[in-house]
């Protein structure tokens, strides 16, 4: 195998294991693209999160509509007219854009999901234990100077295993479209590290996207 894949595999993993350690943004930013011809901001955005649980798309549209609002731009959750977006097709989504007079709309969906697995690996440490006579001077070499001195400033081993940690990574697109054209004007890949906090979930997620919009001009 390749050694400089291994390298980005492991470095890959050990950004991951050490997000969730640290505790910091569950979700990183894999790649983003922006129309070059594109020189305008957005001010009104139609929010459309394709999630399977209506709850994750009501949580998710409306940290889209709280956090873009910092930005001064106004954000539409599209789940207050398409109460199931399992069933709304592009006709219904197109009158609803237009009824609200947004210039943009922002569509979010999954787009797959694995497994990770981070191997730590066991090691051994050790500690020097003066019992039962605290006191004595200590000698390193040879053989802690004679075999009185090597009772009683013998070496205590700790083991640690091995530890197996495994965790769930979905990965996720954005992509936004401008209303007068229907043309794509930015688009991003994103991993997210699932974890219990659905709500810190999901602002870190929207936090991520908006800071690379931000990044690109956008807003």
Same mark, same amino acid.
């Given at each position: ?69 910092? *930005?001064?731009?106004?954000?539409? %959750?599209? !789940? &207050? ?5 399992? +069933?709304?097709?592009? $006709? ?66 700790? *083991?640690?295993?091995?530890?197996? %940690?495994? !965790? &769930? ?5 954005? +992509?936004?479209?401008? $209303? ?40």
């Amino acid at each position: 195998m390749d050694n400089g894949l291994i390298s980005r595999k492991l470095w890959k993993n050990l950004v991951l294991l050490g997000m969730l350690l640290a505790g910091c943004s569950s979700t990183t930013l894999s790649g983003s693209w922006k129309d070059p011809d594109y020189t305008g901001q957005i001010k009104k955005v139609y929010i459309v999160g394709m999630a399977k649980q209506e709850t994750t798309r009501r949580i998710l549209e409306d940290a889209f509509q709280y956090q873009l609002s910092a *930005y001064g731009v106004s954000g539409l %959750s599209s !789940y &207050k007219d398409l109460p199931n977006i399992q +069933n709304a097709d592009e $006709t219904k989504i197109a009158a609803n854009i237009k009824t609200n007079i947004a210039d943009s709309v922002l569509i979010t969906h999954v787009t797959g999901k694995r497994t990770e697995e981070v191997v730590t690996p066991g090691r051994f440490t050790s500690y020097y234990d003066p019992w039962p006579y605290y006191g004595h001077p200590y000698y390193d070499w040879p053989f802690y100077n004679n075999y009185g001195s090597y009772y009683n400033y013998r070496r205590q081993m700790i *083991y640690e295993p091995t530890i197996i %940690s495994q !965790y &769930k990574v979905i990965t996720a697109e954005a +992509n936004l479209y401008d $209303t007068r054209s229907n043309k794509l004007i930015w688009s991003a890949q994103l991993e997210t590290v699932i974890e219990n906090d659905i709500q810190k979930l999901v602002n870190d997620f929207v936090k991520t996207v908006i800071k690379d919009m931000n990044s690109k001009g956008l807003i």
